[in-house]
T-cell receptor
Framework: GENVEQHPSTLSVQEGDSAVIKCTYS??????FPWYKQELGKRPQLIID?????GEKKDQRIAVTLNKTAKHFSLHITETQPEDSAVYFC?????????FGSGTKLNVKP | EAQVTQNPRYLITVTGKKLTVTCSQN?????MSWYRQDPGLGLRQIYY???????DKGDVPEGYKVSRKEKRNFPLILESPSPNQTSLYFCASSLTAGRSTQYFGPGTRLTVL
């Protein structure tokens, strides 16, 4: 199956700093890339997504960039807050299926 | 309230005893999906359905069955559960496949002894 690699597996930042999580994928046919946030004991929730015809998308403190040539996409969180602490998953959509990264545990220290 | 529901939320069972986890959505979504979540592996898709009576295998379908007789329901069936199916299971739905927000259910924690 597809392989989505996600890095880093853990990330610790100081409140107010920025956090960047990167994912790479292998199939150039993939055309939709969502990011999910999962708080402890909760369900994953979509926070931002990007389609393959767009290079960047921003929603307040969250942005996603996509480099189709290099087959990687990144999540950027600016001005991090303690409530941003969670596990973040990237995913790719390819021929009706979703493939997820292994997750990044983000810890924002107050 | 728009939502995806799953039942049961917790289940402890024994090897070989058939079980069904129900999933229902009230948003008239076409695309529904089942995932399992295991530590360090992220979410892996088990089965998905593009619409009523249209289902297909995801990345890890072995040992599972699904059906989609009605648009709102997408049950997951384990005919003969084994300990390696101990996991956290999520159902999810979206209006269309690959273009709209995927909403997850609350999860079902399954333990197979």
């Amino acid at each position: 199956g597809e392989n989505v690699e996600q890095h880093p597996s853990t990330l610790s930042v100081q409140e107010g700093d920025s956090a960047v999580i990167k994912c790479t994928y292998s199939d150039s046919a993939s055309n939709y890339f969502p990011w999910y946030k999962q708080e402890l004991g909760k369900r994953p929730q979509l926070i931002i997504d990007i389609r393959s015809n767009v290079g960047e998308k921003k929603d307040q403190r969250i942005a996603v960039t996509l480099n189709k040539t290099a087959k990687h996409f990144s999540l950027h969180i600016t001005e991090t807050q303690p409530e941003d602490s969670a596990v973040y998953f990237c995913a790719e959509y390819n021929f009706n299926k979703f493939y997820f990264g292994s997750g990044t545990k983000l810890n924002v220290k107050p | 309230e728009a939502q995806v529901t799953q039942n049961p939320r917790y289940l402890i069972t024994v090897t070989g005893k058939k079980l069904t986890v129900t999933c229902s959505q009230n948003m008239n979504h076409e695309y529904m999906s089942w995932y399992r979540q295991d530590p360090g592996l992220g979410l892996r898709q088990i089965y998905y359905s593009m619409n009523v009576e249209v289902t297909d295998k995801g990345d890890v379908p072995e040992g599972y069955k699904v059906s989609r007789k009605e648009k709102r329901n997408f049950p997951l069936i384990l005919e003969s559960p084994s300990p390696n199916q101990t996991s956290l299971y999520f159902c999810a739905s979206s209006l269309t496949a690959g273009r709209s927000t995927q909403y997850f259910g609350p999860g079902t924690r399954l333990t197979v002894l």
